[in-house]
């Protein structure tokens, strides 16, 4: 069994004021793909110009923070809105959802391509190989706060979280889902996206490879307590938000390989 690292999940405290790690981590995702956005702008097929990678990166942040505590809201917290609507407004309690996050993001760029005028299909297919990476240190700010643990097993790499009130040895889930999701697919998305592919095609293995990914690294993560397990003796919350992400990844690869598609070009 491998020892916690012993980090405290506090980044920096002045007075009564605490920076998370975990909001570092979202900081860092989304210095890392604005970075990753204005370098990929210079390429010849991508629909956007450096000039706009900013305006782009402000419109995913908003879309990012926004759709993640709403989604949150609806796909995890209903019962505890219901007892409490006030707890909706307080999000320094935590409380973010990807399926939620991945929405907004939508959401927000397409709202940027129709205010700028651009396809909204090729700009989308920009901005999915750089989602990864804040998912990947996302769950590293998850492991740093002793949340989102995973369940109890007697694998040698298995750690028993300081707050865990059970103390039991568990899957180091946080770990895996950095690995899985977010590395491996990010490493795949940016050598797959390295040249013009076929509109919706970047978009389709995205979802199609979060989604898997996700459902697989959920086998290892513990439910949520007030969820448990949903359907069919197995699936948890985040296996069953992943199934219309599976099919719509499906349906963007059929546009994308299944009928006559050119490449993404620049938005004249």
């Not at 007892?83 to 320094?92: C, F, N």
């Not at 998912?135 to 492991?143: M, Q, S």
């Not at 770990?175 to 389709?204: D, H, I």
């Amino acid at each position: 069994m491998l020892t916690y690292p012993q980090i405290d999940p506090v980044a920096v405290a002045l007075g009564p004021l605490q920076i998370h790690w975990y909001g570092l981590t979202y900081l860092a995702g989304i210095a890392i793909a604005w970075w990753l956005a204005a370098r990929r702008s210079q390429h010849p097929w991508t629909p956007l110009s450096r000039e706009q990678v900013d305006d782009l990166t402000f419109y995913v942040a908003l879309g990012v923070v926004l759709g993640g505590r709403v989604g949150y809201i609806l796909f995890y917290g209903g019962q505890r809105l219901v007892e409490d609507p006030t707890w909706a407004l307080r999000v320094w309690e935590g409380g973010m959802a990807f399926h939620g996050g991945l929405l907004g993001v939508m959401l927000a760029v397409y709202l940027f391509a129709r205010s700028r005028r651009i396809a909204y299909g090729p700009l989308l297919d920009f901005v999915a190989p750089l989602v990864p990476i804040g998912l990947a240190l996302g769950r590293l700010g998850n492991f740093i706060g002793q949340e989102l643990w995973g369940r109890a097993t007697d694998v040698p790499w298995a750690m028993v979280f300081p707050n865990d009130p059970l103390q039991l040895a568990r899957h180091p889930s946080q770990l895996y889902q950095f690995a899985l999701e977010g590395m491996a697919l990010f490493a795949f998305l940016l050598w797959f996206s390295r040249r013009a592919r076929p509109t919706w095609a970047v978009s389709g293995f995205f979802a199609v490879g979060y989604a898997v990914l996700r459902s697989f690294a959920e086998f290892f993560r513990e439910p949520d307590a007030h969820l448990g397990i949903q359907a069919f003796g197995w699936m948890t919350r985040g296996q069953i938000l992943c199934v219309p992400l599976l099919l719509v990844g499906i349906y963007m690869l059929w546009l994308a390989y299944g009928r006559s598609a050119a490449p993404s070009n620049k938005a004249k």
